[in-house]
């Protein structure tokens, strides 16, 4: 951390103490931006009420980073007032909370600020940590006791963003208001002792969720339930499992190493996304998606050559697909723009006359043709002389 990383947090902590808000950002630690690797597996541990060395009445109203906010006072997650919490009915304490990895199940109401309902998910379970609901819920959740009811409020930020959602009905840029209970904590199941049909139906939902998050722009979180997915599909199996079922887990594995290329490639992680489409033509070598992207990347990398000829392997397994004529006409188009350019390039620097700024002159008549017209005039007068000949002998 930076000295101005330090300051910044140090000022944030104050001016939440100054405000009567609890931060957990007392500690100096910078939450701005919310990445996946910048959260820790467990939140800050709290400290017993009652526990401690006794504090001086100065500190005596100052909360530290590791204590809960009291009923009816807002807890700043994050420091930035963008997501808070508020306790409306104590748990069973800290040592109940649930932890990322764990499936949770949690009653939730989901309204706008103005008070207009959005959606109501009694019993609503998920994986917590995994990207499989709005980043308000996974932030929040790991800091409830279980019994717990909370107030959430979320910036759009952490909800549904500038986007929106179709499903449930949030309008773009909405501030959203949750209330949460937190029912219960269970650790995930081992995929590996899985029946087959389940691992296929959990590697899906987790796909899915990935395909949510790429509609929506959120292309890093997209790669990362994509990524999720295919860590269940490519577990090895403890139970007995059909070909037909082995297919089910290929052809979702496929389709997520497509479907993360994509997102790749929204990211400009041009190297990333070419392995993706490398492994998923090593399951199925004639897959068009896979041969599309890769030609994409490809020609994005500047190796036109191989993305023509990749483009081309696809078009010839589905001619009709025009959005492989267009990519492919395209590309080839700037391919031949390129080689004019190396062949402008070239003859510069070989100092070809065609390309100084000189006038050109009119090239010379070739010694050839003179020769020619020379010899034709010599011989049309050495015939005429022997016809000519012929006539004054036949005469005498």
Known sequence: MTAADMTEGMEAAEAGRKSGHTSLLDSGEDFEVVDEEDLDDEPPPLEDAGGGPERSSSEAGRKTPDEEAPL??????????????????????????????????????????????????????????????????????????????????????????????????VPPNATLSLEVELLEATDAPDVE?????????????????GNAHYQRGDYAFAVNSYSIALQIAESSSKVDIRPEEEDELLDVKVKCLNNMAASQLKLDHYEAALKSCVSALQHQPDNIKALFRMGKVLSLKGEYTEAIQTLRRALKLDPSNKTIHAELSKLVKKHSEQKGAEQAMYKKMLGNPSSSGSTPRPAAKSSWALSWKWLFGATAMAIGGVALSVVIAARN
């Open 72 to 169: 009816e006072e807002w807890l700043d997650v994050l420091g930035n007032g963008q997501l808070k919490k508020k306790v409306t009915a104590s748990g069973r304490g800290r040592a109940s909370r649930p932890v990322k990895g764990q499936n949770v199940r949690i009653d939730l109401k989901t309204s706008l600020m103005d008070g207009t309902v959005v959606e109501e998910q009694p019993d609503f379970s998920f994986t917590l940590g995994d990207g499989d609901v709005i980043q308000a819920l996974d932030l929040t959740v790991q800091l409830m006791e279980m019994g717990e009811k909370a107030e959430i409020q979320a910036d759009a930020k952490y909800a549904y963003g500038d986007r929106g959602s179709l499903e449930p009905a």
């Open 193 to 209: 002792l899985l029946p087959p049909a389940e691992k296929i139906a959990l590697a899906s939902r987790k796909r899915e969720r």
